[in-house]
């Protein structure tokens, strides 16, 4: 696993104990609609340099972003870090493994 992630057990316990954190979808609209994890926040990769002030309040917080297989999250990942962003990791795997490992209700595409 590479430093900046964090797998998908991982998030899902921090999800169940209602831990305190951001957890983003990276994906494009059509992406998110088709399946996300209900508590997420969605943020596309593809509009995130210009909507990044939307993530402000947030700098310090822990940010969990997650895409469709772990790749632009990532990307995006390492990018809030060098924006000023403290706490970010990206989640290992993507909605896909999260699919597999975690809620197999979830649609795979």
């Known amino acids: 696993m590479h430093p900046l992630e964090i797998d998908c057990q ?11 954190f951001v957890l983003l979808d990276c994906r494009e609209q059509d992406e998110y609609n088709l399946v996300h994890i209900p508590e997420c926040r969605l943020l596309p990769m593809s509009e995130i340099q210009q909507r990044v002030s939307e993530l402000d309040e947030h700098r310090e917080a822990e940010i969990v972003v997650y895409c469709h297989h772990g790749m632009r999250s990532l990307q995006v990942t390492a990018w809030l870090q060098q924006e000023g962003f403290t706490n970010v990791k990206s989640m290992q795997g993507g909605i896909d493994a999260w699919s597999c490992e975690i809620d197999d209700s979830k649609a795979r595409y």
């Open 10 to 20: 991982t998030v899902k316990q921090k999800l169940d104990t209602n831990h305190h």
